[in-house]
């Protein structure tokens, strides 16, 4: 599973001493294993989908802590929220563009709103930005 390369690649960071690295990938770990708890108290198990899901919530907060610092002048504190959004990014599936899902909605023979979402949320979950999946919906 990749919360099993997430854990080893923090492991590989704490020996080499890279606090900065350690500190995003020890954030991920620990929102997984909170998700996992609440996960298990409903009788369920969390998947590789739900873990991408995190992820990109840690990519959204850590952009908006960037814009903050960006905006009071602290560009050093910029520069290492960069590092840490490189360093998850690399475990994040590539997002499909305007075209490939347009290309999938076009496929479908229900083009109906709430068809499109629940396929594109149970198919390609973590892998598309669901706003978009809806802008290009509106627009066809």
Known sequence: MLIDQIKKENMIALKEKNNNKRAILSVVINKYMIAGYEAKANGKELTDADLIQIINKT??????????????????????????????????????????????????????IP??????????????????????????
Not at 59 to 80: H, M, P, R, Y
């Open 115 to 140: 068809f499109v979402m629940k396929h594109f949320k149970a198919n390609y979950a973590g892998k598309c930005d669901m706003g978009i999946v809806n802008k290009v919906l509106k627009s066809l």
């Open 59 to 112: 990519l959204k907060e850590l952009d908006d802590e960037k814009a903050s610092f960006l905006q009071v002048g602290k560009e050093d504190k910029a520069k290492e929220i960069d590092e840490q959004i490189e360093t998850i990014k690399s475990y994040v599936p590539k997002m499909m563009t305007e075209e490939e899902i347009k290309e999938v909605i076009l496929s479908l023979e229900d083009r109906s």
